[in-house]
């Protein structure tokens, strides 16, 4: 270790704020993790991995951010005691020099939120393992009471090297959390590995691959804080870290299929009742729909936009150059959430339930997605040429659940050529 300041006489004491750090930082982290484990709808194993690894990402992530400001701004740490006695017979400045085993300081505060108030006298348990004074070793800055508290000041110009021994019991509670964080960091890592494993060898390599640039990302800014000054590693991996831990809700989301929906129908209606009504004769949506209900619907269309399936069969037939000018399309954010998790395990049968095909209808084919801007579209009547056998009324897929509405007499060009829809950058392969 290299030579600290000589502890004398007089001399502070202090806690910093390294626990208070990891105690918000870990309840940022809980709550954090709790978010995306209502976003992801998880449960057992993974749900215990989020909540561990939140946990530990953000007490360690806070004390880091913490640490770092304290550093590069020299921020002072609250005073929560003051040492007394001292030797008899070796002075440093003119004021008794400090001996771990031996001296104290007269009490310590436990600010900020380390420990209650310690009224009484607070031994000093670490000093140097090879400089003695009065054959008990010398303390200095940095030495660690028996509270967990440090000293906090110390001489000018005297300096005391060597390293470190201890000779009581320390109730470090900033180390025993620190340590804690990072053994739940360890153990939310190794159940993630074990959980991706048991979902295949896409999953675990994903993991591996995200675990690693994450890492290395780590790493790179550590560099560069090394390179910017003292404090400014700790600062910027700390505020990495908080910032991926905030963005847990978001991403959670993105890739997942929305949650289905209710429809608001008028008294008296029921959609077993609409749905029974032969094709071509049921009424217009605006007589068994609350008006509210169909506004907000449909505003969905317009504020995020709209999107829909197709395969080169819906193309083929030359008397037609143009999709149905009635054509069902989906909210843009349902469908591409429906898509996202089809791609995580290539199973049809995903698509087919959220947009309410019969089964098999994919099975075979290249499969293709039209994003469209703001397009013009209407409730879906169940009247339409697209109308299946699985159409119920209120614009909800079924059984997915999915927000639907059908093109308001909007014909879009095909040409019978997909390579003449794939100019398009809003059309794009599935599969």
Known sequence: MDAQAAARLGDEIAHGFGLAAMVAGAVAGALIGAAVVAATVATG?????IMAGSIAAGGLSMFQIVK?????FNLPEPTTGALIMGSFNVYINSRNAMRAGEDTSSSCTGLPMNHPIW???VLIAE????????GKPAARLHSKMVCGAHIKSGSPNTFIGGPTVSVAFVLDLEGWMHTGLEALGMLAMGGAAILAAMAGVAALVGFVVIGGTMMAGMALLGDLGDRLGPGYR?????VAGMALLGLGPKMAKIGTAPKPRSVSFKPGYTSEDIAAIPKLSRPNPADYLEASYIDKHLKVFQDEGGAFLFTPDDIANPMYGTFSDTKYVMAKSDLHGVVAEFKKTGDLSILETALGYEPGSFTGKEIYMMNLDNPKVVMPSGNERGANPLWRP??????GGMREAVLDKVAIPHNNDINFLLANPDVVRIQ
């Open 127 to 134: 000093g140097s393992a090879t400089v003695f004074i009065n």
């Open 68 to 72: 770092g400001l304290s550093t590069i």
């Open 119 to 121: 009224p009484f006298p």
């Open 45 to 49: 194993g993974v749900a215990l991995a």
């Open 234 to 238: 700790d600062l910027l991996q700390g």
């Open 394 to 399: 209120g614009g909800l897929t079924h059984p």
